[in-house]
């Protein structure tokens, strides 16, 4: 029998399992759109510099050179990275919702801020600034996403807001092609117009923000249950005032927690990641390593393999990105709701598997010389219906399997160490080896991002864990669980 303090240092919720019971609903559809609006933004910033690249250097005020244009995208990924981490840390010790309105503030003012830059080191500074607004919106608004998502929906609702990126990715080429026509604006007013694409659909969707509470995930987990359940009843009383119905009954026992709060450290992190869950750690490491070097170092040299290899004029490689675009976000969407049901472990393998066989098939067709450049996107558009999938697996991966005290800055550090190792090799590499000018070098280059998406395929059948439809407690207890006490 428990001794008196005993229990008094215990006490009981069943916060997760009304969150897991809810229906989808209009409060579900508010979350996603206010809080996925990230991805969109980070797909059009992505897009925007490539697209804009010969504007930039026949801009009066800008005149960037090549290196400076390479330079302002290794800042905008640097400042990424920098920012997912020190906001992880944040969002982890602050709360979900003070945090993805802090970074939005920074995004909108960083990127409107560089629609106005004068010179390079204002147009860089700016940059890196942009990135550190989107990489810190990444991890509060992947936790809140997560957290307030029923279980069996959250598998394809992370995909589908995951696979948004290519929407802005779209929007960025479009909307940089349609503003560098000729005549419709003056040289030097074109790419300013562009870059507030993103200050408008952020200001936009700020309002929205409002709307969306604080996680009650996290407020449990920090002692404040009466705010929790307060934040919960009114979700759904609005729920069974919108469709009539009533909900269904809590399931399972109560989630136990030390009534005991504090916030976790690096020696708390280091634990959890080398002691308590090292398979999933070295999990999460290669399908976030595996992911961003394919992506990174196949779309952020298409234009260089169009123009070089193909003879694309600048002016139409938009035309080019669009349906590649496209077909990345046809592959969350279509492909989502059966991570729900056939289970993670089976689509995330299959995801990545399908991927690196296809990527070694087309590195054959591009080497022996039988693809055009419709062909060559064609080819592209197949394979990453399949990669898009598989790389927004890995968030979702990240973000299941890590303590609910520490998982915005577990979903920070495995953005920031797959950015780091996969995200920025890719691009050089494949940028030198665009540069050699011969076919058989970059297939080379093509079968080695073939074998890393293969190898994380075999990583994820062998340590994969059983996420689909349990709860996040379930998955990965918090640290100040009790139930096994």
Same mark, same amino acid.
């Given at each position: 029998?428990?001794?008196?303090?005993?229990?008094?240092?215990?006490?009981?919720?069943?916060?997760?399992?009304?969150?897991?019971?809810?229906?989808?609903?209009?409060?579900?559809?508010?979350?996603?759109?206010?809080?996925?609006?990230?991805?969109?933004?980070?797909?059009?910033?992505?897009?925007?510099?490539?697209?804009? !690249?010969?504007?930039?250097?026949?801009? +009066?005020?800008?005149?960037?050179?090549?290196?400076?244009?390479?330079?302002?995208?290794?800042?905008?990924?640097?400042?990424?990275?920098?920012?997912?981490?020190?906001?992880?840390?944040?969002?982890?010790?602050?709360?979900?919702?003070?945090?993805?309105?802090?970074?939005?503030?920074?995004?909108?003012?960083?990127?409107?801020?560089?629609?106005?830059?004068?010179?390079?080191?204002?147009?860089?500074?700016?940059?890196?600034?942009?990135?550190?607004?989107?990489?810190?919106?990444?991890?509060?608004?992947?936790?809140?996403?997560?957290?307030?998502?029923?279980?069996?929906?959250?598998?394809?609702?992370?995909?589908?807001?995951?696979?948004?990126?290519?929407?802005?990715?779209?929007?960025?080429?479009?909307?940089?092609?349609?503003?560098?026509?000729?005549?419709?604006?003056?040289?030097?007013?074109?790419?300013?117009?562009?870059?507030?694409?993103?200050?408008?659909?952020?200001?936009?969707?700020?309002?929205?923000?409002?709307?969306?509470? =604080?996680?009650?995930?996290?407020?449990?987990?920090? %002692?404040?249950?009466?705010?929790?359940?307060?934040?919960?009843?009114?979700? =759904?009383?609005?729920?069974?005032?919108?469709?009539?119905?009533?909900?269904?009954?809590?399931?399972?026992? +109560?989630?136990?927690?030390?009534?005991?709060?504090?916030?976790?450290?690096?020696?708390?992190?280091?634990?959890?990641?080398?002691?308590?869950?090292?398979?999933?750690?070295?999990?999460?490491?290669?399908?976030?390593?595996?992911?961003?070097?394919?992506?990174?170092?196949?779309?952020?040299?298409?234009?260089?393999?169009?123009?070089?290899?193909?003879?694309?004029?600048?002016?139409?490689?938009?035309?080019?990105?669009?349906?590649?675009?496209?077909?990345?976000?046809?592959? +969350?969407?279509?492909?989502?709701?059966?991570?729900?049901?056939?289970?993670?472990?089976?689509?995330? !393998?299959?995801?990545?598997?399908?991927?690196?066989?296809?990527?070694?098939?087309?590195?054959?067709?591009?080497?022996?010389?039988?693809?055009?450049?419709?062909?060559?996107?064609?080819?592209?558009?197949?394979?990453?219906?399949?990669?898009?999938?598989?790389?927004?697996?890995?968030?979702?991966?990240?973000?299941?399997?890590?303590?609910?005290?520490?998982?915005?800055?577990?979903?920070?550090?495995?953005?920031?160490?797959?950015?780091?190792?996969?995200?920025?090799?890719?691009?050089?590499?494949?940028?030198?080896?665009?540069?050699?000018?011969?076919?058989?070098?970059?297939?080379?280059?093509?079968?080695?991002?073939?074998?890393?998406?293969? %190898?994380?395929?075999?990583? =994820?059948?062998?340590?994969?864990?059983?996420?689909?439809?349990?709860?996040?407690?379930?998955?990965?207890? +918090?640290?100040?669980?009790?139930?096994?006490?």
């Amino acid at each position: 029998m428990k001794s008196a303090s005993t229990r008094e240092a215990v006490v009981e919720t069943d916060i997760p399992a009304r969150l897991d019971r809810l229906t989808w609903s209009g409060f579900h559809t508010l979350v996603v759109c206010a809080l996925g609006i990230t991805w969109i933004l980070d797909g059009l910033e992505v897009t925007l510099v490539g697209s804009l !690249s010969g504007a930039l250097q026949a801009s +009066p005020a800008l005149r960037l050179s090549d290196a400076q244009i390479g330079a302002s995208a290794s800042l905008y990924l640097a400042g990424a990275v920098g920012g997912a981490v020190l906001f992880g840390w944040l969002t982890d010790r602050l709360g979900r919702k003070r945090l993805f309105t802090v970074t939005l503030g920074l995004y909108l003012l960083a990127t409107a801020a560089t629609a106005v830059s004068w010179d390079f080191p204002s147009f860089a500074l700016f940059r890196c600034l942009t990135g550190a607004g989107i990489g810190g919106e990444y991890t509060a608004i992947n936790s809140a996403i997560q957290e307030l998502t029923p279980a069996r929906y959250r598998g394809r609702t992370d995909l589908i807001v995951s696979g948004s990126f290519w929407l802005g990715a779209a929007l960025g080429a479009g909307g940089a092609a349609t503003v560098l026509l000729p005549g419709v604006l003056p040289v030097d007013l074109g790419w300013r117009f562009a870059f507030g694409i993103g200050a408008a659909l952020g200001l936009g969707i700020l309002p929205l923000r409002r709307f969306v509470p =604080e996680s009650p995930r996290w407020l449990m987990i920090h %002692g404040r249950l009466a705010e929790a359940d307060r934040i919960l009843a009114g979700i =759904e009383a609005n729920i069974v005032a919108a469709t009539g119905a009533r909900l269904t009954p809590v399931a399972g026992p +109560p989630l136990k927690l030390s009534r005991q709060t504090r916030d976790v450290n690096l020696v708390d992190l280091a634990i959890v990641l080398f002691r308590t869950y090292p398979r999933r750690a070295f999990l999460g490491l290669v399908l976030m390593v595996a992911q961003a070097f394919c992506f990174n170092a196949i779309f952020f040299t298409y234009a260089l393999v169009l123009s070089r290899f193909y003879q694309v004029p600048p002016a139409s490689i938009g035309l080019y990105i669009l349906p590649f675009a496209v077909s990345n976000f046809l592959g +969350p969407l279509l492909l989502g709701r059966w991570f729900d049901t056939l289970g993670r472990r089976t689509m995330i !393998s299959l995801t990545f598997a399908a991927s690196g066989v296809l990527l070694t098939v087309i590195a054959g067709l591009f080497t022996a010389g039988w693809l055009d450049a419709r062909g060559q996107t064609l080819a592209w558009s197949v394979v990453f219906f399949f990669a898009s999938a598989a790389a927004s697996s890995a968030y979702l991966t990240v973000g299941e399997s890590f303590p609910l005290e520490m998982r915005a800055l577990a979903i920070a550090l495995f953005y920031a160490l797959g950015t780091g190792i996969g995200g920025i090799a890719g691009p050089v590499l494949f940028g030198s080896l665009i540069g050699t000018g011969v076919r058989s070098a970059i297939g080379w280059g093509y079968v080695g991002a073939a074998a890393l998406m293969l %190898g994380a395929a075999v990583v =994820e059948l062998w340590l994969g864990p059983s996420a689909e439809r349990r709860s996040l407690e379930h998955v990965t207890p +918090p640290l100040a669980s009790r139930d096994t006490a």
